[in-house]
């Protein structure tokens, strides 16, 4: 099973502040990447697939890069509906496994 | 609009089974994979399984391998995942979700490279004694 890596396991920061989530995967993967977003009680929302393709819906400026085993999630100013757990996901083999989580949390 | 909505969990003994349901609308149920994925408390997602289109390819997560069988009836446009010998670690919140990701006569995308992309509000299993 591919093992899906990420860091940090939580991060505190500001309202407009840029924040970078890493994803790294335990082989490569191409670009079979997704990220999501879940607010507390909710459930999971999709951001970003296929690595970099942004979901329908989603702001500008949530982005995702990589290829082959290393990803990474980049939120280039933080606002205040941001502030969530992120998990990245791979979609190359099943069993489809997911990131333990990046708690983000407001400084 | 596009739904998804599960039912069927509850309170369970250990080694009982369960069968938990998927009842979706708003789109072409037959054009997409499923997946189900589960949330344990205070834990991370894990994806437990997806069915393709047409419920050819079936796939699961090992921790449920064996125990675990998705199916889905496109006449009714519902998903179940049928659960038997449940344990305490099957204790979490199960979500279907939809995959972006569709087949027709000329396109069909691997499942799950365009990700889930709609999510049921989830229901939830307790397996105690």
């Known amino acids: 099973d591919i093992q899906m890596t990420q860091s940090p396991s939580s991060l505190s920061a500001s309202v407009g502040d840029r924040v970078t989530i890493t994803c790294r995967a335990s082989q490569s993967i191409s670009d079979f990447l997704n990220w999501f977003q879940q607010k507390p009680g909710k459930a999971p929302k999709l951001l970003i697939y296929a690595a970099s393709s942004l979901q329908s819906g989603v702001p500008s400026r949530f982005s995702g890069s990589g290829s082959g085993t290393d990803f990474t999630l980049t939120i280039s100013s933080l606002q205040p509906e941001d502030f969530a757990t992120y998990y990245c996901?791979?979609?190359?083999?099943?069993?489809?496994?997911f990131g333990q989580g990046t708690k983000l949390e407001i400084k | 609009q596009v739904q998804l909505v599960e039912s069927g969990g509850g309170v369970v003994q250990p080694g009982r089974s369960l069968r938990l349901s998927c009842a979706v609308s708003?789109?072409?149920?037959?054009?997409?994979?499923i997946h189900w994925v589960r949330q344990a408390p205070g834990k991370g997602l894990e994806w437990v399984a997806v069915i393709s289109y047409d419920g050819s390819n079936k796939y699961y997560a090992d921790s449920v391998k064996g125990r675990f069988t998705i199916s889905r009836d496109n006449s009714k446009n519902t998903l179940y995942l049928q659960m038997n010998s449940l344990r305490a670690e099957d204790t979490a919140v199960y979500y279907c979700?939809?995959?972006?990701?569709?087949?027709?006569?000329?396109?069909?995308?691997?499942?799950?490279?365009?990700?889930?992309?709609?999510w049921g509000q989830g229901t939830t299993v307790t397996v105690s004694s």
């Open positions: 996901q791979q979609s190359y083999s099943a069993p489809y496994t």
């Open positions: 708003g789109f072409t149920f037959s054009s997409y994979g």
């Open positions: 979700a939809k995959d972006q990701g569709y087949c027709s006569s000329t396109t069909c995308y691997a499942l799950g490279y365009k990700g889930m992309d709609v």
